[in-house]
Nanobody, 127 residues
């Protein structure tokens, strides 16, 4: 059973930064990792994805230029650096393991391609 654990959430003022971390217990070095977020009353939305070897990173248009996803396979960890945060980005942030090993072909925003999800970490951006 793959375990996925997010950390790094918290309260930050608008314009501030946070770095989230996602640790996966298995299949880490062979699979891509995605970050999603879900605000109260809204659907879960795609934020970013990094391919299994770190060679490709994809972002939602709303976060391009402000968020950076990276991975350290030696530590089984994927990071999401979030800068210039906005109040409307207050949400629970989730990471998930892409079920397709050694894949860098796209379609990363689809929830169905992810097999294992963490419990999420709360990010609150105050105005």
């Amino acid at each position: 059973q793959v375990q996925v654990v997010e950390s790094g959430g918290g309260l930050v003022q608008a314009g501030g930064s946070l770095r989230l971390a996602c640790v996966a217990s298995d299949t880490f070095s062979t699979n891509g990792i995605g970050w999603f977020r879900q605000a109260p009353g809204k659907e879960r939305e795609f934020v970013a994805h990094i391919s299994w070897n770190g060679g490709r990173a994809d972002y939602a248009d709303s976060v391009k230029g402000r968020f950076t996803i990276s991975r350290d396979n030696a530590k089984n960890t994927v990071y999401l650096q979030m800068n210039s945060l906005k109040p409307e980005e207050t949400a629970v942030y989730y990471c998930a393991v892409d079920r397709r090993p050694f894949y860098s072909g796209g379609l990363y925003s689809l929830l169905s391609i992810y097999e294992y999800w963490g419990q999420g970490t709360q990010v609150t951006v105050s105005s």
